[in-house]
């Protein structure tokens, strides 16, 4: 059973380090959808507003290595294996 980075959408500020960080390019920012914003926490939501709505997403899981550099490198600790 391996594990898998998972973004907590509550905390992610687009800070781009675990994009950067990656060695592998598991992640890319993309925009929230409407219903992503709609499960948000209020303080989440006020974050998404402030960063233009944008996130990281995991775009490419099979890639991942479970390294954990990702999880270290986002200063909101958003970032999580599972």
């Known amino acids: 059973?391996?594990?898998?980075?998972?973004?907590?959408?509550n905390r992610c500020e687009d800070k781009?380090?675990?994009?950067e960080m990656c060695p592998n390019s598991v992640f890319e920012i993309g925009v929230l959808t409407a219903e992503e914003k709609r499960g948000l926490?209020?303080?989440?939501?006020?974050?998404?507003?402030?960063?233009?709505?944008?996130?990281a997403y995991v775009v490419r899981p099979d890639a991942c290595n479970e390294c954990g550099i990702c999880v270290s490198a986002c200063p909101e600790g958003a970032v999580y294996l599972e």
């Open 1 to 9: 059973m391996s594990l898998l980075p998972v973004i907590d959408r």
């Open 16 to 19: 781009r380090a675990c994009v």
């Open 41 to 55: 926490s209020l303080r989440g939501q006020l974050k998404a507003w402030a960063h233009g709505g944008k996130q």
